[in-house]
């Protein structure tokens, strides 16, 4: 019996000690809470485009921090090779829906994007894009019209969601309409600050935090980058930046467009989609260096659909492509996903374009 009041207190300590371990361990394999949700979308951007950029930039880009490695399918509701408005229909809404279509179903009836879902909830928003604000991808996460060509329709829409910042071209869908409607004074009633690449450049502006934000770089489309646009990174940054100080504790999500690889597509022009594929990866950069300072930031990475059918031939070196298309349009290849952050494991497999929209809302509101 002696022997067993000598050994108690050594069983009772290896148990507490064992509990305690047990509870650090737990602690340490815990996914840490999603606050953030950035998602980059590199429009047109399939493996050969993210090859061809990665070789033609010292064979490396940020996109290989991304440990985590997805497929998903980008079929549009009525064709297998979809455009951008589905595509991005299908991430901003998870809803399959026609080519052509802008947050509406296939039956044509609106459907709400993770960003209005944000709103409501109180988090801070942003879109950030290298074509007008009004193209295809960023108006599907704040519009609901039947076609992607109604940009005039698409910028009202900016009148109704209190989307906290925005960057891209198109200023003349909001000043220099056929309704005579001067949107960008209606924004400055609506509490923005309203700026321009005429007033200022993105680089100078000093965002006020008691205002949201918008800015327009180009009156219509911006420049390709290898005319000399390369504003993609200081938005990334400066979006970032303003979104997570003014959401507090709430968080924020956010959406970048590196929108013209799928023009060096369309075009069958290698050396436009690699200057556009090294410029998006800018904007990757200061995705990943946040979300890896925060700890709490979700980066997926994806592209609608790859554009060009475009392939890298025999004779090719590091610092030479000899590449080849097979179509102007688009394709309906398989496209790569790349997630960072906690929850990037979701993101593995393969999966239908929809199911990025429901694992961006489980990380964000579950």
């Not at 399959?96 to 802008?102: C, E, L, P, R, V």
């Amino acid at each position: 019996m002696k022997y067993f009041f000598l050994l108690f207190p050594m069983l009772l300590f290896s148990t507490c000690t064992k509990k305690q371990i047990s509870t650090v361990e737990a602690s340490k394999n815990a996914t840490p809470q999603i606050k953030n949700v950035i998602l980059l979308i590199g429009d047109g951007m399939g493996v050969t485009q993210i090859s061809a950029g990665m070789y033609m930039n010292g064979n490396t880009l940020n996109l290989e921090r991304c440990k985590v490695v997805g497929l998903h399918k980008p079929s549009a509701s009525n064709n297998l090779v979809t455009d951008s408005a589905a595509g991005a229909t299908a991430f901003a809404c998870g809803k399959k829906t026609y080519n052509g279509a802008i947050g509406v179903d296939p039956d044509k009836k609106p459907v709400k994007s993770i960003l209005e879902h944000a709103e409501e909830q109180g988090l801070a928003t942003g879109l950030v894009a290298t074509s007008t604000i009004t193209h295809a991808t960023p108006a599907s996460f704040i519009a609901h019209v039947e076609q992607r060509k109604m940009m005039e329709e698409i910028a009202m829409y900016f009148m109704k969601t209190e989307v906290d910042l925005f960057i891209g071209g198109g200023k003349k869908y909001f000043d220099n309409r056929s309704d005579k409607k001067n949107l960008s004074k209606q924004l400055r009633e609506n509490g923005y600050y309203v700026s321009d690449f005429v007033t200022e450049t993105l680089e100078d502006v000093e965002i006020p935090m008691d205002k949201n934000f918008a800015y327009f770089t180009a009156n219509d489309n911006p420049l390709p980058a290898y005319q000399g646009r390369d504003y993609i990174g200081v938005a990334a940054r400066k979006a970032i930046s303003y979104l997570d100080q003014k959401s507090a504790d709430k968080g924020f999500f956010l959406m970048i467009e590196g929108s013209q690889i799928d023009w060096g597509g369309h075009a069958n022009n290698s050396d436009y989609i690699v200057s556009e594929v090294i410029d998006f990866d800018n904007a990757v950069k200061a995705a990943l260096d946040f979300a890896e300072k925060d700890g709490q930031t979700l980066v997926v990475i994806t592209a609608d659909h790859e554009t060009g059918g475009y392939a890298i031939n025999k004779g090719s070196t590091l610092d030479s492509l000899v590449t080849q298309f097979t179509t102007d349009y688009h394709t309906a290849d398989l496209i790569p996903v790349f997630a960072f952050g906690p929850g990037a494991a979701e993101f593995g497999g393969i999966y239908e374009n929809t199911a990025i929209f429901d694992k961006m809302m489980k990380a964000l509101f579950e």
